[in-house]
Antibody, heavy 115, light 106 residues
Framework: EVQLVESGGGLVQPGRSLKLSCVAS????????MNWIRQAPGKGLEWVAY????????YYAETVKGRFTISRDNAKNTLYLQMTSLRSEDTALYYC????????WGQGVMVTVSS | DIQMTQSPSFLSASVGDRVTINCKAS??????LNWYQQKLGEAPKLLIY???NLQTGIPSRFSGSGSGTDYTLTISSLQPEDVATYFC????????FGSGTKLEIK
């Protein structure tokens, strides 16, 4: 069974940093690209970033480019999202999701940016 | 970026009804359109991928159709367990999502 489990969320002050993790199981993690997707309270879903299976291709939404960094450790079956210079508008539930066509999602982890 | 317009945003129907939800893309997405179901407190679940392919384990009452810019999710006979929010995703160019349809039983 495919499982994606996010962690690392919480309350953080504006301008500070936070690193999210997503541990994958039930499939060969190193064979799949991965995404981070977020949903702000009361808002729609927004794609944040994508990384290919071997980390050769990385893409970001314009709203986070230069502030967020997606990475992965295939030996640890783990996807990361390093978030810096956080803003109130980054407050959201963050999901990791498998593959470009997004076939499996985690349950999400909440990030709240507030002073 | 490709914009996705989903309708309706809210839908109330009776058990056994045929239900349709629509997504319109701002440009041709070449059938790279998925449909998801999200129940309260749960992760989204893929129902249909690439317009009309039923994901493994999904009941056959769910189906998808469309081409070009216009796509439809159909539930042929609504069941009580289908109460959820449904949304579309285009993966032709980057990823963009529809705004969601909240489906309830009348």
């Amino acid at each position: 069974e495919v499982q994606l489990v996010e962690s690392g969320g919480g309350l953080v002050q504006p301008g500070r940093s936070l690193k999210l993790s997503c541990v994958a199981s039930g499939f060969t993690f190193s064979n799949y690209g991965m995404n981070w997707i977020r949903q702000a309270p009361g808002k729609g879903l927004e794609w944040v970033a994508y990384i290919s299976s071997g980390s050769s291709y990385i893409y970001y939404a314009e709203t986070v480019k230069g502030r967020f960094t997606i990475s992965r450790d295939n030996a640890k079956n783990t996807l990361y999202l390093q978030m810096t210079s956080l803003r109130s508008e980054d407050t959201a539930l963050y999901y990791c999701a498998r593959e470009r066509r997004v076939d499996y999602w985690g349950q999400g982890v909440m990030v709240t940016v507030s002073s | 970026d490709i914009q996705m317009t989903q309708s309706p945003s809210f839908l109330s129907a009776s058990v056994g009804d045929r239900v349709t939800i629509n997504c319109k893309a701002s440009q041709n997405i070449n059938k790279y359109l998925n449909w998801y179901q999200q129940k309260l407190g749960e992760a989204p679940k893929l129902l249909i991928y690439n317009t009309n392919n039923l994901q493994t384990g999904i009941p056959s009452r769910f189906s998808g159709s469309g081409s070009g810019t216009d796509y439809t999710l159909t539930i042929s006979s609504l069941q009580p367990e289908d109460v959820a929010t449904y949304f579309c995703l285009q993966h032709s160019s980057r990823l963009t999502f529809g705004s969601g349809t909240k489906l309830e039983i009348k």
